[in-house]
């Protein structure tokens, strides 16, 4: 049993996979730190949504899911463009932690590089559950929502998400 | 009733009139968004703790206060150094609100200028009950502790932070 | 008609298509910003010219058009890179307008998100007159000037810019 | 005759004595660009106009004053808080220019390091007209507009400029 | 024979056709500045290396071939992402040069527009001699240290430079 | 004896003093990287020269001294504003070391807390041999030459450094 982990995603949206991921990490650690990467982008295909919006999708989505969250963090972080610093940014920017959960090879060579425990998690239907296939979905209007918790395609609903995916669509004038 | 509210500060650290201020807020909103500005910045006398250091002694100090963490986001924010933007880069930080609270004047003009509602908070006790005090009677080994919650003063032993707050003292080498 | 109308390029180079387009759009406008964007980049293909250079095309232009330049603001923006605080920069950087025009998928979108009206603009033989195009013809010696003012040929010429542009070629080490 | 000069001001706000030293530039050059420096600056004491109003404010106070905005540029600069790159940054975001006037010793000296031809503007009652002493009249309530044009304390009404400075005063939590 | 002369490269790693080059070139400078480039980026596959990790690859190849390094400087040099300033940018950071070595059309182009003299350097047996190319044979368990001096591929052993590589892979989630 | 030790300055300019320590650091380490701090800044009265006209300094003091330059390492490192993140900036940009030799505060504080062994130097004449002193006498025509080595003030003399320090003086509109 680890005291605090750290697991990172970037959240676009949350989805189911990432919530059985959650359940999954809660077994093995007293709190567990969600970490929002890139927090500055949104309005792209890549980052459709703000570090505000997602905050609250993870929020209602872990309640929607009864997970206690008096035993989790969501912290926003932005990317720093310098890997040579970036672990550092995330451990000054969260309480203190253990052990990190990713599959990005990248974060995985970078946390062990600076001595930290790191492991892989479990993939969850990976080709089907994932953030990317979310958001085609809504582009090419196809089933999205059996994807995401309820709670997260109100919130995308609400905030006119779909249009701004398919307007903007693959537009790459700004990341 | 506010659906959701902004409450402000640099919680360098949190102390006692924060948690009165924040108590009497929850009366007047459903949700309350805990900024935690210039989170970029520590190790400074102005800023010693770090974002992930306050973002757990306000948790902490929230609990042991007993009030209910389910109804608060705590979301540390960078300064911008560009007033013209920064009230967008709050916006897209946080979830959405509809008043926010602060006696910081620029805080206040420039939320003003936005369009958004914004109030003053009461001040309870405000010439002792200051960030700044805590951390002057650090400094000069005088009675800080009462000033804050136990669960905050732990944390700042745990992390070194009186030797922290001593050793840089008024050095304002880094801002 | 509006006031003050705002219609955003890159204008690397500016070409008679724009000048058409700002021709029309002075029929419907009191005064026009024309904001030039990614201000900051230059000397690669897709933007081989300094915001200064293009600040005096653009102007040259408009002279030898005959448009009245007492109509007009010319203002220089830098790219921000985080689309969430892009609309408020705008904002700041220019004198109060109330339409913008853009065809622009992306800055439709955060206009619209922010609640600015936003139009789109007619588009004159897009296929042969874009900047691109402009670029493209001299890369490979093709007739490019007969795409813009001579004005602006001038300029390219003695600003060495037929060289700039073949030298550098794709070569995109840099943006 | 120069053909073309270049002058540097905050313009926080633009003043009499500005309106003065274009004039009499204006006699020395074929035409001027003027450049607002400090342009991502706004809502501080020192500050208190974004880069928009400011190039609002010139604009119609040289109309006011009969000047043909032909033969002027009004550009935004940006601080670049590195003085090794700061007067590339200013070529590169200007038209070709051969002398600049100046009387900031910064700017003097690093425009003399680089080998371009620098001179001071004559003071027209300096220790009256200056734009600090038009913020102080403000803050203290005094006679401010017999300092600048009719025009632009006009703009500074429209804005609610009186107020910011004064809700703002020197409250320097931001720069 | 030039008094001090000026070579860029990102020197992922320094290889023999390099060490080639400055052997070459310290022919014709009394003394020579070796420019790192790009030197934020490192844990990518084309930026795999620290600045600090390359600075000790340059300085211990250059013993191991007999160069005496007091007539040469190693300097690290961020990248601008903004051509306009960079020049300045290399000049405010090296001792003072009188001539450049580069077979990089932009580095060529920038510097030739400042009016400083640039030469291109000798290509030694390029198609086989380049970093990716020692960089991809890592990658792909090849014959990479027949390219690169003894110590500088000691040195990649000693910092997990193969696994670094091989971990990290095409992943291209951070530059 | 350590294998590499690192000291740091900002070297505006290298004096006596600065040999004092770097001649008795060299007894205590087999290697000796000297980092000149605040790299980015110059042409202030704090900051007057740029990191290329340091290096050069350095390296010259370092000659006259009869010091072997083929056991230092001449680094240069932009300040961060962000002390969270700063040993890791350090780290990234040197080679590895075991020690770090300074006296001030905040780098003593930081080091420490990342877990690095770090010693304060000894002070050779403090009140009298600092670069502050230099500057000061630079700018009041006192005797400031027989503070620094010969080399150094020709290098000063050189680049014409007494006028810009005193044409700049204690402006300080640009830090």
Same mark, same amino acid.
């Given at each position: ?52 919006? &997602?905050?609250?999708?993870?929020? =209602?989505?872990?309640? %929607?899911?009864? @997970?206690?969250? #008096?035993?989790?963090? /969501? *912290? ?58 979310? &958001?085609?979905?809504?582009?090419? =209007?196809?089933?999205? %929502?059996?994807? @995401?918790?309820? #709670?997260?395609?109100? /919130? *995308? ?19």
């Amino acid at each position: 049993m680890y005291k605090r982990g750290l697991f990172l995603g970037r959240f676009q949206p949350i989805h189911n996979g990432h919530l059985q991921v959650i359940k999954s990490l809660l077994k093995m650690v007293e709190e567990l730190i969600i970490v929002i990467g890139s927090a500055q982008y949104s309005h792209s295909f890549n980052n459709p949504f703000t570090s505000g919006e &997602r905050i609250l999708m993870i929020r =209602n989505a872990l309640i %929607e899911n009864n @997970i206690d969250i #008096s035993k989790l963090y /969501i *912290i926003p972080i932005n990317d720093t463009n310098d890997n040579r610093i970036w672990v550092s940014h995330i451990i000054a920017s969260t309480p203190k932690f253990d052990v990190v959960f990713t599959n990005n090879k990248l974060v995985f060579r970078l946390m062990k590089e600076f001595g930290i425990e790191v492991k892989n998690t479990e993939l969850f239907n990976r080709e089907k559950l994932s953030s990317t296939t979310v &958001r085609t979905r809504i582009l090419n =209007n196809e089933n999205w %929502e059996e994807l @995401i918790p309820k #709670s997260v395609s109100s /919130i *995308i609903k609400e905030i006119d998400g779909i249009n701004r995916i398919r307007e903007i669509g693959f537009s790459n004038l700004k990341k």
